[in-house]
């Protein structure tokens, strides 16, 4: 399907899941690089984070476990600007190099509030993989040490993220159009 219509809106294909599983596989190429002889974890967000985790996790060759927190900060479209705890962290993070898995970073407010939270923790490092990053969008200041696409401040959906719940079941990525 080229296009798809959710609710009120009309979407496109702007990224083939050919061309996600290829970033997927390069992404966990370079973690394996970089995290061998580290202690990790990885930390999906949930709920958008739940196919780009399983397909990067199906790649990563470092024993790791991975385990999932999810937070909420979106309403419809848009960012709520609030950002809640819904499910805590329940392993040992101190003193291992956190992977949070985030399906996109646009404002980069939730991912300011997870961190916030992690490092309470104490942890020996926290890393961050996503696999969309609207820079336009993003407004603060800490590492995205890895990213599969680069992408303008259009409202997606696919592999994972949604409208108004619908959508996250597509293989591509769609842009609102």
């Known amino acids: 399907m080229n296009k798809v219509k959710i609710h009120d809106k009309t979407f496109e294909i702007s990224i083939h899941h050919d061309k996600i599983l290829e970033r997927v596989k390069a992404i966990a190429a ?33 024993p790791a476990p991975i385990s999932f927190l999810k937070l909420a900060s979106y309403e419809g479209t848009f960012s709520s600007g609030k950002v809640k705890r819904l499910i805590g962290i329940n392993e040992d993070i101190a003193d291992k190099t956190v ?5 996109i970073v646009d404002s980069g407010l939730t991912l300011e509030q997870i961190i916030k939270q992690l490092r309470g923790y ?27 696409f680069s992408i303008p401040p259009d409202f997606i959906i ?13 293989p591509h990525i769609y842009k609102v159009e």
């Not at 973690?31 to 399983?54: E, P, R, T």
């Not at 696919?158 to 597509?170: A, P, Q, V």
């Open 30 to 62: 370079q973690m394996n690089k970089d995290l061998k002889d580290k202690d990790v974890i990885f930390l999906g967000i949930l709920n958008g984070s739940f196919m780009f985790a399983s397909d990067l996790f199906k790649y990563i060759t470092v």
């Open 99 to 103: 992977i949070i898995i985030e399906d």
């Open 122 to 148: 104490d942890p020996a490092d926290i890393k961050v993989a996503t696999l969309l990053y609207k820079p336009e969008a993003y407004t603060k200041d800490f590492d995205i040490d890895y990213v599969g």
């Open 158 to 170: 696919g592999y994972g993220l949604d409208y108004d719940g619908l959508g996250r079941n597509l």
